[in-house]
């Protein structure tokens, strides 16, 4: 298993203005993913951030949007560009060696007003 | 329709009651079934996988995957009320750790 921090825990913000949420792993991993989670909805994964490569963005998602670091193996940051309130939700990284196994951060919870 | 399907509840059970979970699919690539178990204001917690069809137990806990049917189950036995959370299935295709597909979870409630 692995022990994720993620920081900030909470945060309110004004529109268009950009968080920077930050992901932290207690040993080295080469998958990093980054979830969100809106309310009544499924988890849907944002993008895959791989050390070393430009991260990989899912269906829906861009980069200029949501710009993601990966300057080693264990730590990830990812920031929510020009944001407005649609983008309030539960920000989720996750780490792991296959399918089966992948752990959880508590989440970043965001509220754009 | 969506990919996974899963009845959001929320489900409601007195304790020491057998609970049943449920999620449906329509991909036939997905080999890997999980469940996740996320408390309020918490990540979610990996509870169990299977691969393939069968059934898995651990501990209180069975996992049931019905290929043919598309139709996974968690069964819960002897429910406590620290059990009460919302439980998320997920799958995937390969085994190589990419993007999980969620269904939106099942809330569950136990009373004491």
């Known amino acids: 298993s692995a022990v994720i921090s993620q920081k900030p825990s909470r945060d309110i913000c004004q529109r268009g203005t950009s968080l920077t949420i930050q992901c932290q792993v207690d040993s080295q991993v080469t998958m990093m993913f980054w979830y969100r989670q809106q309310p009544g909805q499924s988890l849907t994964l944002i993008a895959t951030a791989n050390q070393g490569s430009e991260a990989t963005y899912e269906s829906g998602f861009v980069i200029d949007k949501f710009p993601i670091s990966r300057p080693n193996l264990t730590f990830s940051t990812l920031t929510v560009s020009n944001m407005s309130p649609e983008d309030s939700s539960i920000y989720l990284c996750?780490?792991?060696?296959?399918?089966?196994?992948?752990?959880f951060g508590p989440g970043t919870r965001l509220t754009v007003t | 329709q969506k990919e996974v399907e899963q009845d959001p509840g929320p489900l409601s059970v007195p304790e020491g009651a057998i609970v049943s979970l449920n999620c449906t699919y329509s991909?036939?690539?997905?080999?890997?079934f999980m469940w996740y178990r996320q408390y309020s204001r918490k990540g979610p917690e990996l509870l169990m996988y299977t691969y393939s069809s069968g059934n898995k137990e651990d501990g209180r806990f069975t996992a049931q995957v019905d290929k043919s049917s598309k139709y996974i189950s968690l069964f819960i036995r002897d429910s406590q009320p620290s059990d009460s959370a919302t439980y998320l299935c997920a799958m995937s295709a390969n085994q190589a750790g990419t993007a999980l597909i969620f269904g939106k979870g099942t809330t569950l409630s136990v009373s004491s």
């Open positions: 996750s780490v792991g060696w296959a399918a089966y196994e992948q752990y």
């Open positions: 991909n036939s690539a997905f080999q890997y």
